[in-house]
């Protein structure tokens, strides 16, 4: 009967330092892709903002320059 005590014993104290492990290698380099992802994503979104700015702009001065040539 103490072996058998001593077994559950010993399988619950496993259990519970299994519980405070440490995350995988894995799990911490999944994440850390998500997180570069994530700030790649915003800067590919600043660059689309940008270049739309400047594609209306462009798009303005050719309209200016549309209507200058069409007064001629």
Do not use: R
């Amino acid at each position: 009967m103490k072996k058998i005590a001593v077994v559950f014993a010993s399988a619950g104290l496993m259990a519970l330092a299994a519980c405070g492990e440490k995350p995988a290698n894995e799990t911490a380099n999944a994440s850390n892709a998500v997180v570069e992802n994530v700030v790649e994503n915003a800067a590919n979104a600043a660059d689309n903002a940008a270049n739309a700015a400047d594609n209306a702009a462009d798009n303005a001065a050719n309209a200016a320059s549309n209507a200058a040539n069409a007064a001629e």
